[in-house]
């Protein structure tokens, strides 16, 4: 079975980090692009950052660049995000997904019909 799980969720301080995983099972996330996307209440779904298939590019929302920094080990089929100096705005569930492509992901990945969804995990920044 083809699965994306995400980790790392929890609740943080304004300021804290958090770093999010996001596991392959049934495949292999080599020949993968991997977007990271959040959703919080009463929102439309938002791009957060992608990388490609390498792990040579990557791109990032205007609202989290210089904050978050995607990244990636194809040895552990696993994805990154690590996340810093995060707001109150950056509550929300975050998911990750991938698209099978190897070319340089630019911010239009965004807009991606990707082919494998993860469940989600939850980011909550409060004090």
């Known amino acids: 079975q083809l699965q994306l799980v995400e980790s790392g969720g929890g609740l943080v301080q304004p300021g804290g980090s958090l770093r999010l995983s996001c596991a392959a099972s049934g495949f292999t996330l080599d020949y993968y692009a991997i977007g990271w996307f959040r959703q919080a209440p009463g929102k439309e779904r938002e791009g957060v950052s992608c990388?490609?298939?390498?792990?040579?590019?990557?791109a990032y929302a205007d609202s989290v660049k210089g904050r978050f920094t995607v990244s990636r080990d194809n040895a552990k089929n696993t994805v990154y995000l690590q996340m810093n100096g995060l707001k109150p705005e950056d509550t929300a569930v975050y998911y990750c997904a991938a698209e099978a492509f190897s070319g340089v992901v630019t911010k239009n990945c965004e807009g991606w019909d990707y082919d494998h969804w993860g469940q989600g995990t939850q980011v909550t920044v409060s004090s």
């Open positions: 990388i490609s298939s390498s792990g040579g590019s990557t």
